[in-house]
T-cell receptor, first 109, second 114 residues
């Protein structure tokens, strides 16, 4: 079946640093999504990408849909303590969504 | 607008016992999904309801899992009998449109099987 390889698995960064994480697959996707899960909560959509090459920003977050349609990255600039959580990439060709294993982000103040 | 509500938030049971998880989707959302995340793994699809009908149950692990959505409102996911490998967080999500990729997730029900 379709699988997403998400890296890194975890990150420890200093407050104010920039963060980059990515997702790759051997399969082509038509849509890439990035979700964030806060402790004790469900995943919440951060950014949705619908076209190969698309670069989209949401505040300090920037995500890109890879040109090959097999990868995506998420950047967070100037990290703050509330960025802590697990970030999941998700891809879609047809339903259902396929998720990566998540990147656990820890921010040290 | 109330979000997706799941109950219980955490359940600890012994192997062989039965557990029923409940999900109340956002009112008016015909599409309801169940996903599961085993610790450290990906969030994996279990099944998809459109109203009361099972649209896709290809992700259900085995016949120990039974999902229902009588009346097309809330849904239950029963695990009987539970095994150790069933431990994980069970997420419910809903969306107003079929095939929609923008899902609203509940907070999840954490199941621990001892």
């Amino acid at each position: 079946g379709q699988q997403l390889n998400q890296s890194p698995q975890s990150m420890f960064i200093q407050e104010g640093e920039d963060v980059s994480m990515n997702c790759t697959s051997s399969s082509i996707f038509n849509t890439w999504l990035w979700y964030k899960q806060d402790p004790g909560e469900g995943p919440v959509l951060l950014i949705a990408l619908y076209k190969a090459g698309e670069l989209t920003s949401n505040g300090r977050l920037t995500a890109q849909f890879g040109i090959t349609r097999k990868d995506s990255f998420l950047n967070i600039s100037a990290s703050i303590p509330s960025d802590v959580g697990i970030y999941f990439c998700a891809g879609q060709v047809a339903t259902p969504l396929v998720f990566g294993k998540g990147t656990r982000l820890s921010v040290i103040a | 607008e109330a979000g997706v509500t799941q109950f219980p938030s955490h359940s600890v049971i012994e192997k062989g016992q039965t557990v029923t998880l409940r999900c109340d989707p956002i009112s008016g959302h015909d599409n309801l999904y169940w996903y599961r995340r085993v610790m450290g793994k990906e969030i994996k699809f279990l099944l998809h309801f459109v109203k009361e009908s099972k649209q896709d149950e290809s992700g259900m692990p085995n016949n120990r899992f039974l999902a229902e959505r009588t009346g097309g409102t809330y849904s239950t996911l029963k695990v009987q009998p539970a095994e150790l490998e069933d431990s994980g967080v069970y997420f419910c999500a809903s969306s107003p449109l079929p095939g929609a990729n923008v899902l609203t997730f509940g907070a999840g029900s954490r199941l621990t099987v001892l």
